[in-house]
């Protein structure tokens, strides 16, 4: 699976060395090669999950790692959610893991309709992409194998209807992305192949190419503080909706092999309500909306030229950015880059 991650994750663009000092200095070292946005704990540490260095913590001065010598499933971490009591979910390569402050521990049991085998490492249903915990308490899981709700201490999977009919998926036809909850309670599935769905609770929708969506392989949804909502997808750039018809944004000006029309994996609105695209395309960058025009922060701003994996806000109120280019935060007016080695204290 390594070897097949590290082939999406090379796409977006390239990793760049960023040196500190004079030409003399030895080349600083990032935080990952693959970094993704970060999530705050209660106590204030920030967690950046990685490709391939499992989740790294980072306390305001120094990073500490997470890896499976710890007690983590898998060094591939996708997401990470912080739930009510404080504890942390990790969305591995290997499955699901709780972390409670002092030790990890995996959930592992799968009801049915799973086998071994396929893209992931230790079968599909454990390549988890995204973890979500809804508001009635259930805690959900997308993986290369589907989507699945914990019921009590075992996994089910959730059927979306429209993965039966016959599409074009990138990894698996019963791949999803991500889960994402709006503010009526309504459940949204990205997909690999077969749009956005809604569940309101008793009916699924599928939204595609056909409705007006940019693409049908949705990496990212966010609800706008319009009520609105936005895509982010692997190959056809962004797509907004406001309730009745979806427009196109953040298009490339050619296609590519690897990105498509534009591939955005990390959307995140702020507390001001200002939307942020993280361009994952090669020369990466960043898209900040803020309800009337789009402004484009790049080199000239401070990030590297690295594909943006993914995006996060602390309780501060700065944006941080996980690229291939490293780490780095948003201090209002530039950006700065986060390093292990020397240690960067912000």
């Known amino acids: 699976m390594r070897g097949r991650l590290a082939f999406v994750v090379m796409s977006i663009g390239s990793c760049l060395s960023a040196c500190v000092g004079g030409t003399d200095a030895a080349p600083a070292l990032q935080v990952s090669e693959y970094p993704s946005g970060p999530v705050e704990d209660s106590q204030g540490a920030l967690w950046f999950p990685t490709a391939f260095d ?4 980072y306390d305001g001065r120094n990073f500490v790692a997470f890896t499976t010598a710890q007690g983590l499933p898998s060094d591939t971490i996708r997401d990470i959610l912080v739930d009510a009591d404080g504890a942390l979910w ?18 592992l049991d799968y009801a049915d309709g799973v086998a071994a085998g396929g893209l992931g490492a230790h079968g599909g249903h454990l390549d988890l992409w995204d973890v979500h915990r809804d508001r009635r308490g259930d805690l959900w899981i997308a993986s290369l194998g589907g989507v699945f709700r914990l019921e009590g201490a075992r996994f089910r999977r959730f059927p979306l209807t429209a993965q039966a009919t016959a599409h074009r998926a990138e990894f698996t036809p019963d791949m999803v992305y991500c889960v994402f909850e709006d503010r009526d309670g309504a459940l949204w599935f990205g997909t690999d192949g077969v749009g956005a769905v809604r569940w309101d609770g008793e009916t699924q929708r599928a939204f595609t190419t056909a409705d007006g969506l940019c693409s049908n392989h949705v990496c990212r949804i966010v609800q706008g503080p319009r009520g609105d909502f936005w895509f982010g997808t692997s190959d056809g750039g962004v797509s907004h909706y406001d309730g009745e018809r979806f427009s196109t944004h953040l298009r490339n000006d050619t296609f590519s092999e690897h990105n498509g029309w534009g591939r955005f994996l990390g959307i995140l609105v702020d507390r001001t309500g200002a939307i942020w695209f993280g361009r994952a395309s090669p020369g990466g960058g960043v898209y900040r909306y ?10 000239g701003h401070g990030l590297g030229e690295g594909g943006v994996i993914g995006l996060g806000e602390d309780r501060r109120g700065r944006i941080w950015v996980g690229s291939t280019s490293g780490v780095f935060c948003f201090d209002g ?3 700065v880059n986060v390093t292990r080695e020397p240690p960067t204290r912000i």
């Open 333 to 335: 007016t530039r950006f």
């Open 54 to 57: 499992g989740a790294m913590r």
């Open 290 to 299: 803020d309800g009337q025009r789009f402004d484009y922060l790049s080199t």
């Open 90 to 107: 990790f969305a591995t390569g290997g499955g699901l893991c709780r972390y409670d402050g002092a030790s990890f521990s995996s959930l």
